[in-house]
């Protein structure tokens, strides 16, 4: 089972419709008609018209990420660490990373990136130990900060382009070296 900060959860908590069914209540939610609430949050629309949804809110405070850029002849080191994460398991459910190549045309140059997110403010989570360990760091982002910085981060951008393989929990580092 995932970590509870990584499971999907539906931030719908209430929604209101529009039934043919008159014996059917008109406003819904988990604590008031639970079935029919499941029911409709993965419907097929068939049932009736949902003509409103009531959102929560969580409150957060800032966590720790950003992107950091290694040359790309560290590439094997990296994918053996991501390969290590993935299949620790003991991984802290805070932390999360996405391994990409890219290729950078104003340089022009190939690189690794590694987007962290911590879901923490700490300022460096031992779950990157083994990623920060890599020597020749070109640029680092990562800070304590909110993840709409870290969102940001992530805008449209022409200049480079990514190549990003996927994380099987079957992956070895062999289908990469």
Sequence with gaps: MLPSVHRPRSPIAQSTHDSPHSSLPTNVNKS????????LKGGTN???IVTRYDMETF???DLRGGIVTWPAFTINQHFQSLV???LNPNRDPNAALIVFQGYSTLSPTNV???????TRPVARPAA???FFAVNNTLSDSTKIQPMSAIAAEFGSDTT????????PSWMTAKLFL
Excluded: H, I, M, Q
């Design 160 to 167: 480079k382009r990514y190549v990003a393989p996927s994380e």
């Design 59 to 61: 409150p957060s405070e």
């Design 46 to 48: 068939n049932f009736t």
């Design 32 to 39: 008031t008609n639970p079935d029919l609430f499941t029911a």
């Design 84 to 86: 290590n994460f993935g």
């Design 112 to 118: 690794v990136r590694a987007a962290f997110d911590y």
């Design 128 to 130: 990157y130990k083994e």
